[in-house]
């Protein structure tokens, strides 16, 4: 049996460094405690190291021998066991050789089969061309503003409307924009003038301020050197009448709200026409009576509640 005795500090560094000698596990081995050892006075002088010896277990030598032997078995029969794998992988290699044959007709056939003509497949029937859509019928453009027959300058330029029409037409070129203008008496002979395009949105301004600027020069330049004065009303699209709508839903708004508050209402900055228009919608109201304070630019309408006798 094969043992071997190992010392070290401790027991567990005596029994680890035995079965790295004997290489073997643990559980392999029978281990036989020669000296406990002593760690000597205060751990440091005259310790002693324990010794212990280690010695394989008959069953597991027995194990190993038989390891051994059956490897040693295997050595010796391996030489002779060679030659016939050698044949049997002969003759496997042998046999796909002569099956072969039979797969080269078979491709042979195939070949030949390919090169010969193939009947030709009938034709697919042609798809029936799809009618072509009918073409949406072409939307009419819309016809140009109204006022574009007018275009033409009125045939009197000497006229008050041939005045207005000569003037806006320098101060639009001037601005860059580019307009359609159409300049005519009505009924009372006052001259009005409307203006077509699409970038109007420059010549009316904040809150029509432009348009009034613009009407208010058309009438200084028409009546120039006139005796009979003559009203000058510009306006582009029709946005007059949209705002004199608009000042009047404000009007009566702002009427209910002195009623309902019983305070009255001071309105923004507005020019003398707006302040008509404010004047007008409330004229019939027997609640409530307005007038007019401050100096311009900043004169305002003011809403107060009727007194009640």
Known sequence: MRSVESSAKTMEEAVTQGLEKLGVSFADVKIDILDEGSKGFLGI????????????????????????????????????????????????????????????????????????????????????????RAEKPVKAEKPAAPAAEAAQPPADKEAPEGRAFTFLTDVTRLMGVEVTINARRDEEGNVRVDMFGDTLGILIGRRGETLDALQYLTSLYVNKGGEDYIRVTLDTENYRAKREEALRRLANRMANRAIKTGRKVVMEPMNPYERRILHSALQQNDAVTTHSEGEEPNRHVVITLKQQN
């Open 45 to 132: 002088l005259g310790g002693k190291p324990v010794v212990v010896r280690l010695t394989v277990r008959e069953d597991v030598e027995e194990g190993e021998d038989l390891l051994s032997s059956v490897a040693l078995e295997d050595a010796v029969k391996e030489p002779e066991q060679k030659p016939a794998r050698k044949r049997a992988s002969r003759s496997k290699a042998e046999k796909p050789a002569k099956e072969a044959k039979p797969e080269k007709a078979a491709v042979q056939e195939k070949a030949k089969e390919a090169n010969s003509p193939k009947a030709e497949k009938p034709a697919k029937p042609a798809k029936a061309e799809k009618p072509p």
